[in-house]
Nanobody, 125 residues
């Protein structure tokens, strides 16, 4: 199972970026994805949960991004998105996708939480 992120980059204060994360099973297929989430890690800080979405569409956000970021998912594409508006310099970090996945690979079921490789988001003032 792999998660591939895209959409990071640079933005100005108040600007927008949209992150995408697509899940795939190289040796088979994804059976079910439960929760999907975005984390971030700024230099010198611990990784923190930014936003999460469950299989039924329930969402939650860290207080610092509420009203600015929106998480969504396309279950048909096994993809989760993070729309980031009103960006601030303190949003600068490496953003990681995380997903709770059940996959059938090489005729065996595998389950667990998987991470993407991370994508850099830099916001300048």
């Amino acid at each position: 199972v792999q998660l591939v992120e895209s959409g990071g980059g640079q933005a100005q204060y108040g600007g927008s970026l949209r992150l995408s994360c697509a899940a795939s099973a190289t040796g088979g297929n994804i059976v079910r994805i439960n929760s999907m989430a975005w984390y971030r890690q700024a230099p010198g800080k611990e990784r923190e949960l930014v936003a999460a979405v469950t299989s039924d569409g329930s969402t939650n956000y860290v207080d610092s991004v509420k009203g600015r970021f929106t998480i969504s998912r396309d279950s048909a594409k096994n993809t989760v998105y993070l729309q980031m508006d009103g960006l601030k310099p303190e949003d600068t970090a490496v953003y990681y996708c995380n997903a709770d996945i059940l996959a059938l690979q090489y005729k065996e079921y595998e389950t667990g939480y998987y991470w993407g490789q991370g994508t850099q988001v830099t916001v300048s003032s």
